[in-house]
C-alpha cells in the first residue's frame, strides 16, 4: 500500500481514535480470558475464551483499517495502557453473576464509546471500523446466562441492579477522565456533553436488556 502523502496524513483525532479502539479490543481479550477461568461451566469456559480468541482477530482488522489511512495502531494505542485506572481494583465482584454484570456494562459501554467515534471518522473507514466494533457476542451470552435467574430471583434482581448503577458510574466516569487526557477525541465533533449522553443512554439500554432498574 502507498503511503498516504502529507496532506493525507491522519489527524490526531483519527490516530487517537485508532488507538482508543485498538486497546479496547486487547483490553476485552483480557477480560474474557479472565471471566472465562471462573465460569461455572465447560460450556460457559470454552465460549468466553472462544470470545478472547475474536478479541484478537478484531485487532488485526482494526490495524489493517488504520493502516489504510496511515495510522500505527500499536503505536497509537500504547498512550491508553492503563487508561481505566484501578477500576478494576474498586469494583471487585463477589461471584459470577458480579462478575458477568460487570463485564456486560464495562464493555457495552466501552463499545458504545467506541461507536460514537467511528461516526466522526471519513464514512469509508468509518462504516468498515463500527463493524468490527460491533461484532461482540458477550451481551447474548449475559443474558442467557442471567436474565431468568434474575427474572426468578427479586432479591438477585435487587443485588445486581444496585451492582450494576455502581459499575455504570464508575465506568462512564472513567471514559469521561480518558476524554479529559485525551482531547483529540473531541476534535471529531462530540462534545463532553454528547459523549455523555450515548453513554447514558447505552447504560440505561443494556441495564434493561438484563432486566435490572436503572
Keep these: 500500500m502507498t503511503p498516504p502523502s502529507a496532506s493525507s496524513a491522519p489527524s490526531s483525532f483519527t490516530r487517537t481514535a485508532f488507538g482508543l479502539i485498538g486497546f479496547a479490543c486487547t483490553l ?65 465482584p463477589v461471584d459470577w453473576e458480579e462478575r458477568l454484570v460487570k463485564t456486560y456494562l464495562t464493555f457495552g459501554l466501552l463499545t458504545d464509546f467506541s461507536m460514537a467515534l467511528t461516526n466522526s471518522l471519513p464514512e469509508d473507514v468509518g462504516l468498515r471500523l463500527l463493524e468490527v466494533v460491533s461484532q ?22 435487587a443485588r445486581m441492579g444496585l451492582w450494576g448503577r455502581r459499575v455504570v458510574g ?14 483529540e477525541l473531541l476534535e471529531g465533533g462530540m462534545g463532553v456533553e454528547q459523549f455523555h ?12 436488556g438484563l432486566g435490572l432498574r436503572v
Excluded at 451470552?141 to 432479591?155: G, P, S, T, V, Y
Excluded at 449522553?197 to 434493561?208: E, K, Y
Design 170 to 183: 464508575e465506568e462512564i466516569g472513567s471514559l469521561l477522565r480518558i476524554l479529559a487526557r485525551s482531547p
Design 136 to 157: 461482540d457476542r458477550f451481551g447474548g451470552f449475559a443474558a442467557n446466562e442471567l436474565l431468568e435467574d434474575i427474572a426468578a430471583q427479586r432479591q438477585l434482581a
Design 28 to 92: 476485552a481479550c483480557t477480560r474474557y480470558a479472565k471471566d472465562a477461568d471462573k465460569a461455572p461451566t465447560m460450556v460457559s469456559r470454552v465460549e468466553l475464551q472462544r470470545m478472547s480468541a475474536a478479541k484478537v482477530q478484531a485487532f488485526e482488522q482494526v490495524a489493517d483499517l488504520a493502516q489504510e489511512v496511515g495510522v500505527d495502531v500499536y503505536t497509537a494505542a500504547e498512550p491508553f495502557t492503563g487508561a481505566l485506572g484501578d477500576f478494576d481494583e474498586r469494583l471487585r
Design 197 to 208: 449522553a450515548v453513554l447514558s443512554a447505552g447504560a440505561t439500554s443494556r441495564m434493561r
